[in-house]
């Protein structure tokens, strides 16, 4: 087939007539170079079934004509839409809906109304199609078909979509503030599971409040969406967040992460970024964050339900709300740390410098030899604790504390540690009285550390000591061993109970780690290292005040060996048996 091409002067024109319609496209397509073509989602199956409009397309590949083409996928065409791709070379897009059918060249523009497929014969019946070459016009469609193409998704996602299940969603710029406000309200009212939002500056928080958002998000919330905000944090929001009275139902559905790392960590919180259920996102440029009106202060946005954009926004607001989480725990530990070496530093001033005093009183009188060389030592044994407390949280954390297991009786020991205990108190004249009770005079054998056991031991009956004779009316302390009825695995658990001052509310629930202390006379690393003995053991411990203010309780479980086990089996080998 040969096309010519013919000069003619602008003109728009309706053309009739089957014949005179072909002789149009002809010469619209002879005289192209580029052609960029709309069609509605009948239009390739009944052009591409047709002979005839199959060869023209041939062609223009032949002749190597940039083709680009709209039109909305589906499932109906589907096939056609790939044949178009891979046999005639269209580089084609979806559009959700179009009912366009138009193609525009360089020069010319040709428009037709829907076509018709005629029932007597299998081809395509175009009467009347609309003809123009006039400069303006065919500017004007390039402009329409740009806008559309620019809105369009590439077919294969389509495609992929349709064939596969896969929904990749689209991406679109908003350049009108207004029709971001109304997408913003729109998707937070339209939230079903989750919303996550986050604020660069405190404008923002103040901006979004003002149109209406953050109220809508305390009323999703109380619809049971969980709703997330990550924002800075000044006076007048901390004023504000009391005011808003929230449902005590829906507290536990909405959360604000104050954002409080230093301006320079968080540059990626630039733009106002909502995440809605996970499936859609809108991403707002500031251009004037001093400005109070929404609309004034905004710039671009874009809208995305693509999974793999609205992913990476909650990528960003996971990693910003663990970074903020993670810098709140940085300054927590800083602030322990800090009070650590005040603590620690006092407790080791003063035994050191009691040694150094001792000592020179020692080369003074050296008549009060015994005295002052318990004095030396009482105070010399007070060092060695602390140094080798900060030795064994220095191998817990590196994880090269060692455990050094043995079977043996833990009752024995039990009743050792507690005769020399009450030796102590007695020789110190503590009002203190210490008891041991074993309520079914059971022997548990246990695989542990022996050393390490009467460290943890000791560390809890000294605090227990401590602060009874604080309490200053005495005191008793009661120690107990009996087999776990709870555990899975067979335990015996050791109770200490005083009847002392008590566990400080504010420390109980960070008791078991570093630096948990309210006293001035202690350093808080002796239940974390309690802690990590027993737990290394396979074991547990824990605290508890005492009703009516009456002291407190502390606890540990331990694994029962095997031969625990083989005594219940045959009490009459071991020899104690309660009936000999």
């Known amino acids: 087939m040969t096309f010519s091409s013919r000069k003619v002067p602008e003109k728009t024109e309706i053309v009739h007539g089957s014949e005179n319609v072909m002789d149009t496209i002809l010469q619209f397509l002879s005289n192209a170079n580029t052609i960029s073509s709309c069609g509605d989602s009948k239009a390739l199956s009944l052009t591409i079934g047709v002979e005839e409009y199959r060869d023209l397309l041939l062609n223009l590949k032949k002749r190597g004509i940039k083709l680009r083409y709209i039109t909305d996928v589906t499932k109906d065409n589907v096939k056609y839409c790939k044949e178009l791709m891979m046999k005639f070379a269209y580089e084609t897009r979806h559009l959700d809906g179009i009912k366009a059918n138009f193609s525009v060249s360089e020069t010319e523009y040709l428009a037709s109304a829907t076509l018709v497929e005629e029932i007597q014969q299998p081809m395509i019946s175009l009467q009347q199609v609309i003809y123009s070459n006039v400069k303006d016009i065919v500017e004007q469609q390039k402009y329409v078909f740009e806008s559309f193409w620019n809105k369009a998704i590439p077919a294969e996602n389509r495609i992929r979509e349709i064939e596969e299940g896969f929904v990749l969603g689209s991406t679109e710029v908003i350049q009108i503030p207004t029709r971001t406000k109304e997408l913003f309200l729109d998707l937070v009212k339209s939230a079903k599971e989750e919303v996550l939002l986050l604020l660069p500056t405190t404008n923002a928080f103040l901006r979004e409040q003002r149109i209406g958002i953050i109220q809508l998000l305390k009323v999703a919330a109380e619809r049971g969406v969980q709703v997330r905000i990550l924002t800075p944090i000044n006076k007048t929001i901390e004023e504000f967040i009391p005011n808003m009275k929230i449902a005590d139902q829906a507290n536990n559905f909405f959360n604000i992460q104050p954002v409080e790392i230093p301006t320079e960590e968080t540059k990626v919180c630039t733009v106002t970024i909502l995440v809605v259920d996970r499936k859609g996102s809108l ?191 005495g005191g008793e302390i009661y120690l107990t061993a009996k087999e776990s009825e709870k555990d899975e695995q067979e335990a015996v658990i050791v109770t200490i109970k005083d009847t002392g001052i008590g566990i400080d509310s504010e420390i109980l629930p960070r008791l078991f780690t570093k630096f948990a202390t309210s006293s001035q006379t202690g350093t808080g690393l002796g239940l974390f290292i309690c802690k990590s003995i027993i737990e290394k053991h396979g074991g547990k411990i824990w605290a508890v005040n005492n009703a009516n203010s009456n002291g407190a309780t502390f606890a540990f479980s331990l694994p029962i060996s095997k031969q625990q086990e083989q005594q219940h089996q045959y009490p009459q080998i071991t020899g104690i048996n309660d009936e000999q």
């Open 283 to 473: 991403v707002i440029e500031k251009t004037d964050d001093s400005n109070e009106d929404f609309i004034k202060a905004i710039g671009l946005a874009t809208y995305s339900t693509s999974q793999p954009t609205v992913l990476s926004y909650i990528s960003i607001f996971e990693s910003l709300s663990n970074q903020v989480k993670l810098y709140d725990q940085l300054k927590t530990h800083g602030k322990m740390q800090d009070e650590f070496i005040n603590i620690a530093s006092h407790e080791l001033r003063t035994p050191t410098q009691s040694v150094l005093t001792y000592s020179e009183l020692l080369r003074r009188h050296p008549e009060k030899k015994e005295e002052l060389i318990q004095a030396i030592y009482r105070n010399a044994e007070r060092l060695q604790r602390l140094t080798n407390d900060i030795l064994d949280v220095t191998r817990i954390e590196s994880k090269t504390l060692k455990i050094n297991q043995e079977k043996f009786n833990l009752s024995d020991l039990l009743s050792k540690v507690i005769e020399d205990y009450n030796n102590n108190i007695e020789k110190n004249k503590i009002n203190v009285r210490l008891s041991y009770n074993e309520p079914n005079k059971e022997t548990y054998f246990v695989n542990a550390d022996r050393e390490r056991i009467v460290q943890v031991i000791s560390n809890l009956l000294n605090n227990a000591v401590k602060f009874t004779e604080e309490k200053g009316e």
